[in-house]
C-alpha cells in the first residue's frame, strides 16, 4: 500500500481505498483508531517518507511488500502465538470484520459493498450464510417488529413527547 493512501500531512486517515488485484475494482475501507495508531508507530518506525510503501518489499525497498511475503509473515505470526496455520491466513483475516459486521446487522447489501462483490450471492457464499442465519434473522427482525411501539423505543415519526 503506497502510503500516500493512507496518510495525509503526517496523519493517517480514517478511510482508504485499494484497487483490488483479482477484479481491479476499487473498495474504499475504515481504518479503525487502534490500527490508525500502530500504522502511524510503524510509519515512525519504518522512516522514509510519507510517499514511500508503507510495507516496503524485504528485497527492493522502493518496492510494496509482496503477497507472498505477506502470507509468510502471517503464517510467522500465527504460529508464534500458538496457533494452527492450517486454520488462519489472510483471507481468513480479510473475512473476520466483515463476519462480524455481518452478524452484528445482517446487513448484506453493506457487506457487499465492503467486499466489493457485484452479486449478492458471492458474498451469501464468501460469508458462509446458511438457512438457520437467514431464519434467526427473520425471527428476530418479526419479533422486534411486533413489540409495541412504547417498548421499541421513540423514532423520529413519534411525536407524543411535543
Known amino acids: 500500500m503506497d502510503g500516500r493512501f493512507v496518510t495525509v500531512r503526517a496523519e493517517v486517515r480514517t478511510?482508504?481505498?485499494?484497487?483490488?488485484?483479482?477484479?481491479?475494482?476499487?473498495?474504499?475501507?475504515?481504518?479503525?483508531a487502534d490500527v490508525r495508531a500502530s500504522l502511524l508507530a510503524w510509519l515512525e518506525r519504518r522512516g522514509g517518507t510519507v510517499d514511500d510503501y508503507a510495507f516496503p518489499s524485504r528485497v527492493d525497498h522502493a518496492d510494496h511488500l509482496s503477497t507472498r511475503q505477506y502470507i509468510r509473515l502471517v503464517h510467522e505470526w500465527v504460529t508464534a502465538i500458538g496457533?494452527?496455520?492450517?486454520?488462519?491466513?489472510?483471507?481468513?483475516?480479510?473475512?473476520?470484520?466483515?463476519?462480524?459486521?455481518?452478524?452484528?446487522?445482517?446487513?448484506?447489501?453493506?457487506?457487499?459493498?465492503?467486499?466489493?462483490?457485484?452479486?449478492?450471492?458471492?458474498?451469501?457464499?464468501?460469508?458462509?450464510?446458511?438457512?438457520?442465519d437467514a431464519l434467526e434473522l427473520a425471527e428476530h427482525t418479526e419479533s422486534e417488529s411486533m413489540r409495541p411501539?412504547?417498548?421499541?423505543?421513540?423514532t423520529c415519526r413519534d411525536t407524543s413527547q411535543f
Not at 91 to 115: D, V
Not at 149 to 154: L, P, T
Open 149 to 154: 411501539r412504547a417498548e421499541r423505543g421513540r
Open 83 to 132: 496457533l494452527r496455520r492450517e486454520d488462519y491466513g489472510t483471507h481468513s483475516l480479510r473475512r473476520t470484520k466483515t463476519a462480524m459486521i455481518y452478524k452484528a446487522t445482517g446487513n448484506l447489501g453493506a457487506i457487499q459493498i465492503l467486499l466489493g462483490h457485484t452479486k449478492i450471492e458471492n458474498t451469501v457464499r464468501y460469508l458462509r450464510v446458511d438457512v438457520e
Open 15 to 32: 478511510r482508504a481505498m485499494v484497487v483490488q488485484q483479482k477484479t481491479g475494482r476499487t473498495v474504499q475501507f475504515e481504518i479503525t
